[in-house]
């Protein structure tokens, strides 16, 4: 069964920190990959996707990922979190198939930040 | 319009109620899904609609059971839900299963079983 890990808990943070939260995925056909992040007491909000092309990829907020397709993971970065960035983030992965693929989501990393 | 409604945004109901959620979209998406999520929790797959059928049931108890009148409706029917039932539930929607293909989700239906 396809599954998504991420290696992170919980990560604790000062602001101005970098932050770097892990994903891999277990599907060998051809995937979309997604980051969302929920603010506490708030709905998902998508953070950065990847479906094809430059394997870097940029979301709002100042944060990127990266598609390494050899090591199934996904990485999302960000270089210099602040307060506001304290949220749930969740990795979810799509294995392309016919309509109505749902997706997959990881156990999800909490992040807090300190001022 | 590039949203997800969904209807109610808080349900508080009793264990002998029945309620029904709500999901519309008019994004002309042909897949529709319910995700429930627990606090602190991944959102979980409970069912996907694909072209109006009911495509995947991920072993949900019958006391959830959901509908999708036409291709931008899909509703959840609740009846003898227990406190543990008690949760987000969230509706989202996808053009299709294939490459390039987004999903969008609604705000959620904050559902309360006393």
């Known amino acids: 069964a396809q599954s998504v890990s991420q290696h992170n808990h919980h990560v604790i943070l000062s602001e101005a920190a970098s932050l770097e939260l892990g994903c891999n995925y277990s599907y060998g056909g051809t995937v979309n990959l997604f980051w969302y992040v929920q603010y506490p007491g708030q709905h998902l909000q998508l953070l950065l996707k990847y479906f094809s092309g430059d394997p870097l990829v940029k979301g709002i907020k100042g944060f990127e990922a990266e598609f390494i397709k050899s090591k199934f993971s996904f990485n999302l970065r960000k270089p210099s979190v602040q307060w506001s960035d304290t949220a749930e983030y969740f990795c979810a992965v799509n294995p392309i198939r016919q309509a109505g693929t749902a997706l997959i989501f990881g156990k999800g990393t909490t992040l807090s930040v300190s001022s | 319009d590039t949203e997800v409604t969904q209807t109610p945004k808080h349900l508080v109901m009793g264990m002998t109620n029945k309620k029904s959620l709500k999901c519309e979209q008019h994004m002309g998406h042909r897949a529709m899904y319910w995700y429930k999520q627990k606090a602190k929790k991944p959102p979980e797959l409970m069912f996907v609609?694909?072209?109006?059928?009911?495509?995947i049931n991920e072993s949900v108890p019958s006391r959830f059971s959901p509908e999708c009148p036409n291709s931008s409706l899909l509703n959840l029917h609740l009846h003898a839900l227990q406190p543990e039932d008690s949760a987000l539930y969230l509706c989202?929607?996808?053009?299709?299963?294939?490459?390039?293909?987004?999903?969008?989700f609604g705000s959620g239906t904050r559902l309360t079983v006393v």
């Open positions: 609609y694909s072209y109006e059928k009911l495509s």
């Open positions: 989202a929607s996808s053009q299709g299963g294939g490459r390039g293909y987004g999903y969008t």
